[in-house]
């Protein structure tokens, strides 16, 4: 959230510093970036540091090293995220956007529970749920469709989560923890892929009649509090070429 302190290695905020610039677009394909001994200068780091942070970059894809020329940056649509990675990051900063999003088309609505919500979210099938749903967006286009489940207890506590508005205050998860008590303790996540149904094209404003034939990525994730609720159950739909990538740290 706004003044957490920031505990990233400097390798990692020069990355992302020049990743929200290129994901956001200040930064243009064919750009290069400032030299290793210039970044070094700049941030006041050493140059391995300075050549981690470049190495970093390549690695996401966000540029490219041309041999006598330097770093270019180039031209590539961002990757989706899972629920978990949205959860982490809304955590992190208070708002689960990645580098270079924006999320529209927020709708909220008590709706009756489909199978497989009422499965993810152990609650009886038809019973009310809050549905809430967005459209993630980058300079690209469409990046992810997705829908929150939610039972129907926690809309009748916190009222703005069935109201078709951003949230303010914190995202679904952080508000029901807040009001309840109960922090999210674990989460069960899955990836698959499949092919395009016509509702699926109308999410991602393709068109139905022609949908495209490869393959969309499709995540869910589940959320359970401290007390083995299930508080929120969600579905990200990928737009076409879009691509779902995650990073760890090994250690030896």
């Known amino acids: 959230m706004a003044g957490q302190a920031d505990n990233r290695a400097p390798y990692a905020k020069i990355a992302a510093h020049y990743a ?3 994901s956001s677009g200040q930064l243009q394909p064919g750009t290069l970036l400032p030299s290793i001994k210039n970044l070094a200068e700049e941030w006041k780091v050493s140059t391995a540091t300075a050549e981690k942070a470049l190495r970093k970059l390549r690695n996401e894809g966000l540029v490219r090293g041309i041999h006598g020329i330097g770093t270019e940056v180039l031209d590539q649509p961002a990757p989706m995220s899972s629920g978990a990675q949205r959860q982490d990051r809304g955590r992190r900063t208070g708002s689960s956007w990645g580098t270079g999003e924006r999320s529209d088309s927020h709708q909220a609505a008590v709706v009756p529970a489909p199978a497989d919500v009422a499965h993810a ?132």
């Open 20 to 22: 929200e610039q290129i």
């Open 121 to 252: 979210l152990d609650i009886e099938l038809g019973s009310d749920v809050v549905r809430r749903s967005r459209v993630y967006r980058d300079r690209h286009g469409i990046v992810a469709h997705s829908t929150s489940w939610i039972p129907a207890r926690y809309g009748r506590l916190i009222p703005q989560l069935a109201v078709s508005e951003r949230l303010t205050g914190g995202t679904s998860l952080q508000l029901i923890a807040q009001t309840t008590g109960h922090p999210i303790s674990h989460r069960i996540d899955t990836a698959s892929a499949r092919l395009l149904t016509q509702e699926d094209a109308q999410l991602l404003e393709l068109d139905p009649s022609n949908p495209p034939t490869e393959p969309v990525v499709v995540m869910t994730a589940r959320f359970v509090d401290s007390e083995g609720s299930t508080v929120e159950y969600g579905v990200d739909l990928g737009s076409p070429g879009r691509a779902w990538r995650t990073e760890s740290e090994v250690t030896p």
